[in-house]
């Protein structure tokens, strides 16, 4: 962890102390966390915080004026960093999705840019009211981390990258990574589907653990590794995007095995025992999908609440007595106004995902309607 990051994340959590709980400083969930998990970084587990907050998150995040939102430091397609300090991309628009639906504002959110291994130490602590940043949902960060994940927002899969140069091609197995050098990011899901995957395959790798992507992607160029292994979507999309700007042509980087080697389903990740705050963030997601399935977009959402096209609609706009946003604490027009900042599901995957190659039709993000298996309860 850089001296640049230990800094950044000691204010968050300096800020959760004074603005969250005003609690004695005296456990150290960050430290439970680290030693359950095995996953955070030691100097993280070394910070001593308040109590995490419980319950509550709506009020917390209304009091501020806005919504603290954490992403991935950098993840092409997903979050990226934009200059004034906001993050565009896939995870990014679901928190202005929330930050519309709470405040009618898309805008009203601080971006929190964490490393794969701090993110849930940040979460934990206050440091953010939710994580949208590519985070798998797996049964020990459910159980172990105090946390609970809401709706799959983009169900992903690991692959492995090589260079052609080296040997390797589409048809290439986890059993052809034997003897290589192997990056991927600390505290991830990836790290430990590699190891076990070479291990059952009977491969011998050397993994060699980053911060970053960006970093793992600096050794993968330069040889230091011969190998980046990450969620699939994360390769194809550095893969497209290093065509497209002419660093390598088509066919220099090969993208293995043809079916992943794992489940990533990836979505939202908050506070465990906030029943009212995983109303909203799932229900946020719900809208947008919803609302793709009924053809409601960016374009036509004030038509459309004007005259809904049935009363499902009726209902998830705000219009009309029996709508059910109010009872969780959101104005009637919250998911109205979501849509009408961000678009709906399908907007916000060809908007970020698009533009690196990466389609919805016969994948399993698509609708389920068309055998996907983006789906969403009604809202009834
Ligand atoms: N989905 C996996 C991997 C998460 C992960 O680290 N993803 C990479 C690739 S999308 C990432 O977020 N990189 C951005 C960064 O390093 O800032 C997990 O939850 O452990």
Redesign the pocket.
């Known amino acids: 962890m850089s001296m640049k990051r230990v800094v950044a994340l000691l204010g968050v959590l300096a800020l959760t102390l004074v603005a969250c709980t005003g609690d004695e400083a005296t456990t150290t969930p960050a430290e439970t966390a680290a030693t359950s998990a095995g996953e955070v970084a030691t100097t993280v587990a070394e910070v001593t915080v308040a109590t995490p907050p419980t319950g509550g998150t709506l009020a917390r995040v209304q009091n501020r004026g806005a919504l603290r939102c954490g992403v991935?430091?950098?993840?092409?397609?997903?979050?990226e960093p934009q200059e004034d300090g906001s993050y565009n991309g896939f995870d990014a628009d679901f928190c202005r999705a929330v930050a519309a639906a709470i405040f009618g504002d898309a805008d009203a959110v601080e971006f929190v840019?964490?490393?794969?291994a701090e993110?849930f130490t940040v979460l934990a602590a206050g440091g953010v009211d939710v994580l949208f940043?590519?985070?798998?949902w797996?049964q020990s960060?459910d159980t172990e981390l105090g946390g609970d994940f809401g709706p799959t927002t983009f169900y992903?899969g690991?692959r492995i990258m090589g260079k052609a140069e080296l040997g390797f091609t589409d048809a290439s197995t986890v059993a052809d990574v034997d003897g290589a050098r192997v990056c991927?990011?600390a505290?991830?899901?990836?790290?430990?589907n590699i190891t076990e995957g070479a291990r059952v395959a009977g491969a011998e790798i050397e993994l060699v653990t980053?911060?970053?992507?960006?970093?793992?992607m600096e050794l993968f160029r330069g040889g230091s590794c011969d190998l980046i292994t990450?969620?699939g979507?994360?390769l194809f999309?550095e893969r497209f995007s290093a065509v497209a700007n002419g660093e390598i042509s088509e066919g220099e980087w090969i993208i293995f095995p043809r079916s992943p080697i794992s489940k990533?389903p990836?979505g939202p990740m908050y506070r465990q025992n906030d029943s009212q705050w995983a109303d909203i963030i799932n229900w946020t997601v719900y809208a947008l999908v919803i609302a793709d399935e009924k053809g409601i977009t960016s374009a036509n959402i004030d038509e459309m609440v004007a005259d809904p096209p049935d009363p499902e609609a009726g209902r998830l706009l705000g219009v009309g007595e029996d709508e059910l946003q109010t009872k969780m604490g959101l104005p009637a027009d919250a998911f109205a106004q979501a849509i009408r900042a961000v678009g709906n599901y399908d907007e916000i995957h060809v908007r970020n995902l698009g533009p690196l190659g990466i389609t919805r039709a016969g994948s399993i993000n698509a609708r389920w309607t068309e055998g996907g298996l983006i789906y969403a309860p009604p809202a009834r």
């Open positions: 991935g430091d950098s993840a092409i397609g997903f979050a840019g964490t490393t794969s993110r940043r590519t985070t798998t797996t960060r992903d690991q991927a990011n505290g991830t899901t990836t790290e430990k980053t911060e970053g992507t960006p970093e793992a990450s969620d979507s994360r999309g990533e990836l």
